[in-house]
């Protein structure tokens, strides 16, 4: 990938935009453990994926707002400033991956 905007957010987040995506990985983590104590304790195979869709979708909500906040400050400052092609490349790229 090129090296443009990604070394400095244009518009660093709040205090509250960081809490919230924190607090957010901070219940995935703890999902995350809870389905590590169902394989110790021999659980029912179809409950622990039950819980691994659940992180798969809470993990993919936090991408998208990442994503949206990206694309409201980072990309669209670079649009004004005339480098939005090189930006939207990389969010395109970064998506690519995210679908998968």
């Known amino acids: 990938?090129?090296?443009?905007?990604?070394?400095?957010?244009?518009?660093?987040?709040?205090?509250?935009?960081?809490q919230a995506v924190v607090n957010r990985l901070k219940r995935i983590e703890g999902q995350v453990r809870g389905i590590q104590k169902m394989v110790e304790e021999d659980r029912y195979c179809v409950d622990i994926l039950v819980q691994i869709s659940a992180?798969?979708?809470?993990?993919?909500?936090?991408?998208?707002?990442?994503?949206?906040?990206?694309?409201?400050?980072?990309?669209?400052?670079?649009?004004?400033?005339?480098?939005?092609?090189?930006?939207?490349?990389?969010?395109?790229?970064v998506m690519k991956q995210f679908s998968k």
Do not use: Q, W, Y
């Not at 400095?8 to 509250?16: A, E, G, L, Q, V």
């Not at 809470?58 to 990442?66: C, D, I, R, S, W």
């Open 1 to 18: 990938m090129d090296k443009f905007l990604h070394d400095h957010p244009t518009t660093p987040r709040t205090r509250d935009e960081k």
């Open 55 to 93: 992180i798969n979708a809470a993990m993919k909500n936090v991408g998208f707002e990442v994503a949206e906040r990206h694309v409201k400050h980072c990309v669209s400052d670079a649009v004004k400033t005339g480098e939005g092609n090189e930006a939207i490349d990389e969010l395109m790229d």
